[in-house]
């Protein structure tokens, strides 16, 4: 549309300023004081409308500004694409002089060109109306180039109004508002998200190296678990084998118990191959056994390591509530019932891990316990001569290495036997050590001529001691308690007493309390009472509630047994004459260990602190 030069004069000026608040952008847009900006250019706008009422040449110019707007835009646009850099900041076009210098010549023209016969006729209304509508198309024009030409969503004017929290009414990038102190708040802005930053990625290294630390001690872990796996696999799957010129032998022990050999026998100068082995291996000066010190509690002792009262067998002899049954060790077909025996034998274990064992006599090895059978196993023969004991030891080592068994228990009765039978300083027991000793020498010599000197073990023990009787050292059991009153009496010497009916406990207790109150050398205890608790005897159903314990070499007897008054008068021999089974402490109780071989690597005629049979009980064990 042609643009015809409008004429005006003093008159028009005239109105033109009478009229002037109502072309003002405050009057007609009551939005105009929140959304100016720069980018508006209202400034402009508003002096143009103050020097004319054109609608049409406000049309026109308002027409031109836009259009130079779009290219500005389109220009800083792609400069920011060629830089590949992104500002941040309130994101305002940069005029350009040339641009700016054209548009006031263009005013200038259009000034002098207007044309005196435009009609005023549009009104205040609708040009309000239609310079709203233009600016709210610009401005959402430029809000969507903006948003899609943030580069990875970081245009500086938009994400800082956002991060803000939300785009703000009068935004340039939304609905315009000027801020005085944009530049102070990017400010402090840009060093509260550095700060963030900062601390996001110190947090983000503390809790990698927490991670990190984890993961490898985590490692470490499983490292060393399979490295001790592997070691003990190869321990078990392959084991230091040793040639002793004709065979290849594993580790192998043989473990002899020689019963009722008492420590101070080896003091006596009557066993010189026992003798020669403490020189020449490691041995304390004695071994305590477990209370009660008699033969079966104290071997399934050493053979599992546990006191009588943990593995079940208190006794010789002994009734269990449970099973209202009666143990007793001369019995074979009845006391080999596994279901008497508790704990873990050293044969089983052994025969668990893969080993080969052979066990000659040892009580307990017949009872077929947890299920497990000994490779070979030779039940118990009192009339066994000792030659025929070590040509079967020697036997076992001259198996084929595929059926040579590891590890050889053998249990030797002899001195135990005559102890009982003649007592302890008999001139009979003498000579019963004196074989004993030349038995073990055969086997030594054996083993030394096989050249398995250095490669076999060797472990000597003992259960318990001996103490000599007398008749002047019994006493009646009569005497002491009512037996009418009691069911089961277990043990000997020793007693234990268990009453027909447990509510009469305490009134028996009392009674055998008063009558062996003039003897010193009987003590009474109440199982769950007063039981002194280094004998580890109390802790099981097996064990009687009430016992009689005399001191060494004493006794208690049952009329039918002896009339110990009568006895006495007639100066009768008690038989047995020797005996044990009383406080295991007691030094005519007392055991022994002696042990050599590579698995003690010791020097010769080393020395240990003395220790019980459960404490540091025998390295098969």
């Known amino acids: 549309m042609p643009l015809h030069p409008l004429t005006t004069n003093n008159a028009g000026m005239g109105v033109a300023r009478r009229d002037s608040s109502l072309l003002s952008p405050s009057d007609y847009d009551a939005d105009a004081m929140s959304i100016r900006s720069d980018q508006d250019t209202d400034s402009d706008d508003d002096e143009r409308q103050l020097r004319a009422r054109n609608s049409r040449e406000l049309r026109a110019h308002d027409r031109l500004v836009l259009m130079e707007e779009e290219e500005l835009d389109e220009l800083v646009t792609q400069s920011r694409r060629r830089q590949g850099s992104q500002r941040r900041g309130s994101n305002l076009p940069i005029p350009n002089p040339l641009r700016l210098l054209t548009r006031r010549l263009s005013d200038a023209s259009l000034s002098r060109s207007r044309s005196p016969s435009v009609q005023p006729a549009e009104s205040v209304e609708d040009l309000g109306r239609e310079k709203r509508r233009t600016r709210r198309q610009r401005r959402s024009m430029k809000r969507d180039r903006l948003l899609a030409d943030a580069q990875h969503g970081e245009d500086g004017e938009l994400m800082y109004e956002m991060e803000e929290g939300g785009m703000k009414d009068g935004s340039s990038t939304g609905d315009s508002s000027e801020r005085d102190d944009s530049d102070e708040v990017d400010r402090k802005h840009l060093m509260h998200v550095t700060d963030a930053k900062m601390k996001r990625k110190r947090n983000c290294r503390r809790w990698s190296l927490v991670y990190a630390m984890i993961a490898v001690a985590f490692a470490i872990l499983v490292l060393v678990a399979w490295k001790l796996s592997i070691e003990r696999r190869s321990s078990h799957g392959a084991q230091k084998l040793v040639s002793n010129g004709t065979a290849i032998f594993g580790p192998t022990t043989i473990i002899i118990s020689l019963d009722g050999f008492r420590a101070d026998f080896l003091n006596r100068g009557l066993t010189p191959r026992l003798s020669a082995l403490v020189k020449e291996g490691v041995s304390p000066l004695y071994m305590l056994p477990s209370f009660p010190s008699v033969t079966f509690p104290n071997h399934y002792t050493i053979a599992t390591g546990l006191y009588p009262e943990s593995h079940g067998v208190v006794g010789n002899s002994f009734w269990d509530p449970a099973l209202q049954e009666e143990f007793t060790y001369a019995q074979p077909e009845h006391s080999m019932d596994p279901k008497w025996w508790g704990g873990e034998p050293f044969w ?157 406990l305490q009134d028996i207790y009392n009674e055998v309390v008063r009558n062996t109150k003039g003897n010193p050398n009987l003590e009474v205890y109440l199982r769950d009472v007063d039981m002194p608790e280094r004998y580890h005897f109390s802790n099981n159903e097996r064990i009687a509630p009430l016992w009689i314990v005399p001191k060494a070499g004493w006794a208690m007897v049952k009329r039918e047994e002896m009339d110990v008054k009568e006895a006495q008068a007639k100066g009768t021999v008690y038989r047995p004459r020797g005996l044990h089974g009383y406080d295991h402490e007691h030094p005519l109780m007392r055991a022994i260990f002696i042990a050599r071989g590579p698995a003690f690597p010791h020097q010769p005629n080393s020395k240990l602190e003395p220790f019980r049979t459960c404490h540091r009980s025998a390295p098969f064990v």
Not at 352 to 367: N, V
Not at 399 to 418: K, L
Not at 420 to 447: A, C, R, W
Not at 470 to 499: C, F, M, N
């Open 348 to 504: 089983v274990t052994a025969q668990r891990q893969g080993l080969k064992t052979a066990i000659h006599m040892w009580p307990g090895s017949e009872a077929h316990i947890l299920g497990v059978e000994p490779t070979y196993m030779d039940k118990y023969d009192g009339k066994e001569f000792l030659t025929t004991k070590v040509d079967r030891i020697l036997g076992f080592l001259d198996m084929a290495d595929e059926d040579r068994p590891q590890i050889i228990a053998a249990y030797v009765p002899n001195v135990d036997s005559d102890g009982h039978k003649y007592g302890p300083n008999s001139t009979e027991i003498q000579f019963t050590m004196q074989k004993v000793d030349k038995m073990l020498d055969s086997m030594f010599k054996g083993l030394e001529a096989r050249n398995l000197t250095g490669i076999v073990n060797i472990v000597v023990v003992s259960d318990h001691g001996m103490a000599t009787t007398d008749v002047s050292r019994l006493v009646q059991l009569e005497d002491v308690v009512d037996v009418g009153k009691i069911a089961h009496p277990d043990g000997w010497p020793l007693v234990g007493l268990r009453p027909n009916n447990p509510d009469d």
